[in-house]
T-cell receptor, first 112, second 114 residues
Framework: DSGVTQTPKHLITATGQRVTLRCSPR?????VYWYQQSLDQGLQFLIQ???????AKGNILERFSAQQFPDLHSELNLSSLELGDSALYFC???????????FGSGTRLTVV | SQQGEEDPQALSIQEGENATMNCSYK?????LQWYRQNSGRGLVHLIL?????REKHSGRLRVTLDTSKKSSSLLITASRAADTASYFC??????????????FGKGTKLSVIP
């Protein structure tokens, strides 16, 4: 157990639907990062939050949004889902500064 | 875009042999990190080497960094079947306000045959 908790582990949904992925960071970590991993694109950075505030955006589609709550857990919302959104979605957390990340075990999203 | 690129893409060795993976990157860095990912699972941080370090060891892992060539290598000595995984290098990119995000390469898939 890495200390970063992601739910659900697996999600199967239909095109056009909306889903919410949840992440609880490791205790004491203020930064949360979301990544998408697909076979063709590799690991792509989506968005970062630090202590409730958005800090950076990467290759995140407009159909996707995220937030970090006062208790530091974060949610990634994916809407108007397309087949191409099928991927592993990872959450990672870190303390401030240039340290390593701690990753969760991911949510495998399958859009059918 | 990928900052780090690992080489080779795939590597198959016998148990007990050493495995070497390489990573090249494009821009100046503060540090470089290596991660391992077992199939379909989360990434695990292995080691971080700072830009002013040339070599770092952690157990059976040895990482080198050559900032003049913008390259790093990860050596796993006396490999075990349990080392079978994908290995990624990652470099931080800064977005201001002290924030940085890691950019990952596409990884090297290592298979260790018992």
């Amino acid at each position: 157990d890495s200390g970063v908790t992601q739910t659900p582990k697996h999600l199967i949904t239909a095109t056009g639907q909306r889903v919410t992925l949840r992440c609880s960071p490791r205790s004491g970590d203020l930064s949360v990062y979301w990544y998408q991993q697909s076979l063709d694109q590799g690991l792509q950075f989506l968005i970062q939050y630090y202590n409730g505030e958005e800090r950076a955006k990467g290759n995140i589609l407009e159909r996707f949004s995220a937030q970090q709550f006062p208790d530091l857990h974060s949610e990634l919302n994916l809407s108007s889902l397309e087949l191409g959104d099928s991927a592993l979605y990872f959450c990672a957390s870190s303390v401030a500064g240039t340290k390593g990340y701690t990753f969760g075990s991911g949510t495998r999203l399958t859009v059918v | 875009s990928q900052q780090g690129e690992e080489d080779p893409q795939a590597l198959s060795i016998q148990e007990g042999e050493n495995a070497t993976m390489n990573c090249s990157y494009k821009t100046s860095i503060n540090n470089l990190q290596w991660y391992r990912q077992n199939s379909g699972r989360g990434l695990v941080h292995l080691i971080l080497i700072r830009s002013n370090e040339r070599e770092k060891h952690s157990g059976r892992l040895r990482v080198t960094l050559d900032t003049s060539k913008k390259s790093s290598s990860l050596l796993i000595t006396a490999s075990r079947a349990a080392d079978t995984a994908s290995y990624f290098c990652a470099t931080p990119g800064y977005s201001g306000a002290g924030s940085y995000q890691l950019t990952f390469g596409k990884g090297t898939k290592l298979s260790v045959i018992p």
